[in-house]
């Protein structure tokens, strides 16, 4: 990745997070945590890796994005209506009676939007399902998985990780935001997960680790990952829930609270925005 | 009626059939193909065939990924373990999103007799049927199975398809002409309706020959798809006879019993009764527990009499 490149995908992802906050703010609702947390891996993937065309959504042989932790949806749709998919003003109906833009992602309502998720623990599972349709198709299409870290203790993403290591599904790439915090607190004091690598490797998957804030580290960890021509991959991307507001980094409580005024101009200040 | 047939083993071969016809058909399996029969279509199309082991949730997941990719999954286990373990992806994201899935529950009600009640589905109608957006459907012979495989695979949708383990009688022939959502008038008779669904309705066309020779006519119903139900059949029927019972190997609480009260109760209030399940069985020889739980000819055959009393 160039200089210049990586430099433009920083400012996207700066936008981006002044654009979230402006948003949750406005609607007062969703969630501000895992939204920025995710804010890397979901622009690196939408602006620099997947082979998507937001005016043909339902084109043969796409790339796919579930967004598994589908409390993140902010971020997702940012992303979408930067690329196209529907328009920018359409943003802010978010979460509003008569939107396409649900709470969680809802693929009947909003074009792009590659599965309905939000009950936790079901996008690993779908991904492979899709990852297997597209082997039979022959496409060299690649599904990509975002799953949260709280999302992990769900029971059927171990499902899902012995399945797809079974099928040898290594068109299926997991990446984890890694951000060490759930709904209830830290994972530490809800649910230790212990070693996460490992648990995927005893699986039978290729593990990749990467600094989930830095678009290169990220983009460098999928590329390596499509090299493997055996084992479906997941690349732990190390984050911060939170991340860029110094007030939400680390907490639990901004997994999903509203913004009041005062938070909402100490975050625009901190980001660099114009409130 | 003709001879005994397992519904599993006409499934099985009616999958493998369609498997021909159609290279979009893909089958998942959480390690009772051979039970649900599902394997005479993994040897024939290994292919297409994903055995996934014991992990109900994963496989339904799994289909719901496959039918985004325009590929027509079946998706087969146990009714009871299906419409449990499985019922999360079934209604967060197959009926949500109205994905072509077909969802097969083998083994529904009492048909795992030996094996106990943990085995037996009695709630997985109930289960489905509750869900926006999903199609149920119950076969009742052989040849309403491979007729039913052929429609569902047909339909752009959600389907619930509902299989027993129970060799049946065969009702029909291969001239029937099965519609989904259509109800199938096989007696006609103005005392009392027997509106029943799946293999035990052989027993209630035994239980009208039985109030016949008592003099007691009854119309008797076959209902395969519980939803969207024929309305229109129903409450014909609950016109002509004025007394309604439905009979099936299911919870009377939410299942074909309880889609005919709703009708019914809005169309047309008639007195009505149900034959079916109050409590979790037990392990036995089949025939003995449906005689036990009251879907013997002739507990039916009591229950129409109760019904007309009621009138």
Redesign the interface.
Known sequence: MTKERKEELQKICLRFRNELIDLLYSIQTGHPGGSLSCTEIVTTLFFEKMNIDPKNPNKEGRDRFIMSKGHAAPMLYLNMAEKGYFPREDLKTLRQVGSHLQGHPCAHTTPGVELSTGPLGMGLGAGLGMALGEKLKNSDATIYVLLGDGEIQEGGIWEAAMAASKFKANNLIAILDYNGVQLDGTLEEIMPMGDIGKKFESFGWNVLYCDGHDVEDIANAIDEAKNCSTQPSIIIAKTVKGKGISFMEGKNSWHGKPIDLEEYKLAKAELGGVV | MGNNIAIRDAYGEALLNLGKKNDKV?VLEADVGASTKSILFGKEFP??Y?N??I?E???????????????I?FVNTFAVFMTTRGS??IQ??IA???LNVKIAGNYAGLSDSYDGASHQAITDIAVVRSMPNMTVVSVSDAVETAKAVEAIAEYDGPVYLRLSRAPAPVIFDENYDFRIGKGVELKTGKDVAIIATGTILHNALKAADLLKEEGIEATVINIHTIKPIDEELIIDAAKRTGAVLTVEEHSIHGGLGSAVAEVLSKACPTPIEFVGATKFAESGDYNELLEKYGYGPKSIAEKAKLVIKNK
């Open positions: 893909v292919e297409r994903f996934v082991g992990s949730f994963n496989m339904v997941a799994m289909s719901a990924g496959f039918a985004t990719q325009d590929l999954p999360d992806p967060s994201l949500y999103d109205k």
